[in-house]
């Protein structure tokens, strides 16, 4: 069973489905649906479409050098059939496919580890821009500001990672903080006075 890619957006064609077209110099042209076809007879660049994996290799949300792809690369060199090369072939199929879904993920992983620092640094920068917007009127220098915040939030990190090198656990925490908050005992005395001790032995 062979499996062609698309023309226009890379993806899989099974047997039986997807569109050709010939030119005239015989060069054949496959697309998996009627959405690439028409693209492509609009003469759309394929980097230019935010869907296809040209355009996700182009941008860099894609992993595009890699010795993986090199097994994929298509050989007019006649082999003779052996049972064994073909049983070996097939079990490395899997095995570089797995290797490149790892490769992939980590790819993508360091992109969007990126975007979250850049987020941060955003936020800083605009804590430090606007910061005249919720300042108090008799509050001090803004830089003075900023520092307090920065150094909260390394207390904050800093008190995640002892938790974690402690080991307690959330319920733990949880216990610990609603200690704390309880309010403390209050002991309730009931003194007689001397009109209740003089009906009581008038009863008696």
Same mark, same amino acid.
């Given at each position: ?60 949300? #894609? %992993?595009?050098?890699?010795?993986? !792809?090199?097994?994929?690369? &298509?050989?007019?060199?006649?082999? *003779?059939?052996?049972? +064994? ?37 955003? #936020? %800083?920068?605009?804590?430090?821009? !606007?910061?005249?917007?919720? &300042?108090?009127?008799?509050?001090? *220098?803004?830089?003075? +500001? ?59």
């Amino acid at each position: 069973m062979r499996l062609e890619t698309c023309y226009y957006c890379s993806s899989t064609i099974w047997p039986g489905h997807g569109i050709q077209f010939v030119r005239n110099d015989c060069k054949i042209f496959r697309f998996c649906r009627s959405r690439c076809h028409r693209a492509f007879k609009k003469k759309w660049n394929p980097r230019k479409s935010r869907w296809t994996k040209a355009h996700r290799k182009f941008t860099g949300k #894609d %992993l595009t050098t890699d010795t993986t !792809y090199e097994f994929e690369k &298509r050989r007019n060199e006649p082999v *003779k059939y052996d049972r +064994e090369l073909w049983q070996n072939t097939v079990k490395a199929m899997d095995k570089i496919q797995e290797i490149r879904t790892k490769r992939e993920r980590h790819h993508i992983m360091k992109r969007l580890r990126q975007g979250t620092l850049d987020r941060k640094a955003a #936020d %800083l920068r605009e804590v430090r821009d !606007y910061i005249h917007l919720v &300042r108090a009127p008799n509050a001090t *220098k803004p830089m003075e +500001e900023i520092e307090m915040v920065q150094k909260a939030m390394q207390k904050r990190e800093e008190a995640g990672e002892l938790l974690t090198k402690i080991g307690t656990t959330v319920s733990t925490t949880k216990k610990l903080s609603a200690l704390r908050r309880r309010a403390p005992k209050i002991e309730v005395t009931m003194e007689t006075s001397d009109n209740e001790q003089v009906l009581n032995e008038d009863m008696e």
